[in-house]
């Protein structure tokens, strides 16, 4: 009967986003956590007991070195690995192997999809560019906030001295700018409110979405729907979801000029990676559009603040949906090329 190693020498491995898989003194499968089941489409309980190079067509050169490390008991590290199941496309990993000495486990093997940990790191990076940015950005907001009062209520006091209407059109342009800057101003520093959270329904989010983007763009814009109605509720504030999500979509719209189709799809993602935590499950919200796709020169800056791929852009949408979403503990990121961009929302799931 195949033996199964306790988890008690290896507590959280459930959770942790690399594939880790545990083999005894024979290499055969003694656990693989749910990351390792998603990376080799395999099931624990059909595996168990299997030895793991056989599980590969290409896996007698792997095989030869796990029994190596295993006789003179000292781990490696693989950085070029390729793995190939019956009928799947290759696998290409890195790999740490660790000895261990247990009574039912000998060798723990951690796995990495080397795409995988790219994209963890440029989630990471650009968490941390981010919050640079907004720190940046906030204490620009405030020091221009206090001379553009002192400007709007100077050009109040001479428009009261001017005689001459003509002039007062010059005084008029200098308030109406101020105050436009202003509203720029509180739409930076407004992220800075804490979420008010509750149960959402997402498909609500949606919908109150489409209605204002229909509204705004009542012509041309074609805006369909795919839902899974078995999603459940998310944990969230409702108005910063909204808000969010209409700055993805007035974005794809924008993008188009009010010219093209929209989808707005709602599926389950499962065991997914968000800001360095793996969750079993969390909500996806893609919004795929047929545009022109973001131009590749703003591609990799697409979330920054004051990026604009649109002439008269204020470049600030996509940084505060970026903002609201990780309020959320979620992930936003974009897939982009001409005639199809897909922007991905992911939010954990309780």
């Known amino acids: 009967m195949p033996r199964v190693v306790s988890q008690d020498p290896f507590p959280g491995l459930d959770m942790l986003t690399t594939a880790v898989v545990i083999l005894d003194r024979e290499l055969k499968v003694a656990y693989l956590n749910p990351a390792a089941e998603t990376v080799f489409a395999l099931s624990q309980r ?33 950085q070029e690995l390729t793995l190939t199941r ?29 795409e995988q940990q790219l994209r963890i790191e440029r989630e990471a990076q650009r968490l941390t560019q981010h919050e640079a940015n907004r720190e940046l950005i906030r204490n620009l907001a ?26 007062r059109e010059y005084t008029q342009v200098i308030i109406k700018e101020a105050d436009r800057l202003q509203i720029l101003m509180d739409r930076l520093l407004t992220p800075n409110r804490p979420p008010q959270l509750g149960p959402v329904n997402i498909h609500e989010v949606c919908e ?22 078995s999603l459940p509720d998310v944990h969230g504030d409702r108005e910063q979801l909204i808000q969010a999500v209409l700055n993805v979509v007035r974005n794809a719209a924008q993008s188009m000029n009010g010219t093209g189709t929209i989808e707005l799809r709602t599926r389950v993602a499962r065991h997914a990676t968000l800001a360095t935590s793996r969750h079993r499950l969390a909500l ?35 940084t505060l949906a ?21 922007f991905r929302i992911l939010l954990p799931l309780s």
């Open 208 to 229: 109150r979405v489409r209605a204002l983007i229909l509204a705004e763009f009542p012509r041309d814009i074609l805006i369909e729907r795919d839902y899974d109605a």
């Open 322 to 342: 970026q903002t609201f979403v990780q309020h959320h503990h979620g992930a936003i990121e974009v897939e982009s090329e001409p005639g199809r961009t897909c």
């Open 142 to 167: 405030h020091e221009i906030k206090n001379p553009l009062g002192g400007i709007r209520g100077s050009a109040q006091l001479l428009e009261r001295e001017l005689d001459r209407s003509e002039l």
């Open 86 to 114: 019956p009928g799947c496309d290759p696998l290409h990993l890195n790999c740490v192997l660790t000895p261990v000495d247990t009574s039912s486990a000998a060798l723990l093997i951690e796995f990495r999809h080397i």
């Open 46 to 78: 059909n595996v168990v007991g299997h030895k793991f190079p056989d599980l590969f067509v290409d896996g007698r050169a792997f095989g030869g070195k796990l029994a190596q490390a295993l006789v003179e008991m000292r781990g490696f590290v693989d």
């Open 284 to 318: 996806e919200l893609q919004v795929v559009d047929n545009g022109p796709g973001v131009p590749a020169a703003i591609r990799d800056r697409i979330f920054y603040p004051l990026v604009s791929g649109r002439e008269g852009g204020s470049g600030l949408g996509l």
